[in-house]
């Protein structure tokens, strides 16, 4: 039989979520588990201290930093204080370690050494745009942040095309746009979506509408922390997305008279993906 430890004695990982914007929004026990944790490993020691400070609290124990540059080095060196039975508390930047942040390595080396992992919930990017978006919340899932590389993206866009859910994603500012235009030509200019920019912050702002309007809104500039919610498909595609298919389904279009562009336009649409990949596709045939 497995022995249950109470999550109110040492040697326990605490994940605690910081604020997304307002330092009000900073749930109540975050304080404590500052002022008392044996250890406090940040993802940006400069911004825990302008947390603390805020926050009106002293902590107690020892500071270090823990960010994705020394993420799996400083591992081990947390992991033996946990096994000595100390109280680690782990806070990244804003909302909850180890999504899209670091964490997740920390986290599954405490559960392989069998040390209880717990949590300080609190402000989430993620529920906060998919509340105010006007998508469906009923099923829903999280992407992070896409592929920074145009390619690289475009072929991520295309395997989501089928994806029912109302999807979730981060995205950096200065992208913003790129990343709007390309989920235009991938699912269609009408898709809903909602760019959710500053949440919880003085000049929070959702922006809602089809892909392509979004797209244009955004090329002005987009500042502050964003989080893009779009909604699923309507139907899985309607054309598997292999190359014989793909080019067969062209030409068949093409034979009814309907022009080359235009019939790329519409297989592209109905299998998912990017319209250049199905021009590409027919024009090395």
């Known amino acids: 039989m497995i022995e249950q430890v109470s999550n109110t004695e040492p040697g326990v990982l605490v994940l605690a979520a910081t604020p997304i914007g307002r330092v009000a929004d900073a749930p109540p026990r975050l304080a404590e588990e500052l002022a008392g944790a044996d250890v406090v490993a940040a993802e940006d020691t400069r911004r825990l201290k302008r947390l603390t400070g805020d926050l009106g609290v002293t ?17 081990p060196v947390l992991l033996e204080a946990l096994l000595a039975g100390e109280r680690v508390l782990l806070v990244t930047d804003a909302g909850m370690p180890s999504v899209s942040d670091p964490g997740y390595r920390l986290v599954s080396a405490a559960v392989a050494a069998g040390v209880l992992v717990t949590a300080v919930p609190g402000p989430s990017a993620v529920l906060t745009a998919l509340a105010v978006s006007g998508l469906p919340v009923d099923r829903f899932c999280f992407e992070g942040f896409l592929p920074r590389k145009a390619g690289e993206r475009a072929r991520r866009l295309a395997a989501l095309a089928g994806e029912q859910r109302t999807m979730v994603f981060f995205e950096a500012p200065h992208r913003t746009a790129a990343t709007l235009a390309a989920m235009a030509e991938a699912w269609g200019d009408e898709r809903p979506g909602a760019v959710c920019r500053e949440l919880t912050k003085t000049h929070e702002e959702v922006r809602r509408g089809g892909l392509a309007e979004l797209a244009a809104w955004a090329s002005d500039g987009v500042r502050g922390e964003v989080t893009l919610v779009v909604a ?54």
Not at 64 to 71: A, H, L, M
């Open 59 to 75: 902590v107690g124990g020892r500071i270090v930093s823990y960010f994705e540059g020394n993420e799996q080095q400083r591992t």
């Open 232 to 285: 699923g498909a309507d139907d899985v595609p309607a054309i598997s997305t292999d190359e014989s298919t793909l080019r067969a389904a062209v030409a068949e279009r093409e034979d009814r008279g309907m022009s080359r562009k235009d019939a790329i336009v519409e297989v592209a649409k109905l299998a998912g993906v990017p319209k250049r990949d199905v021009y590409n596709l027919v024009h090395a045939s």
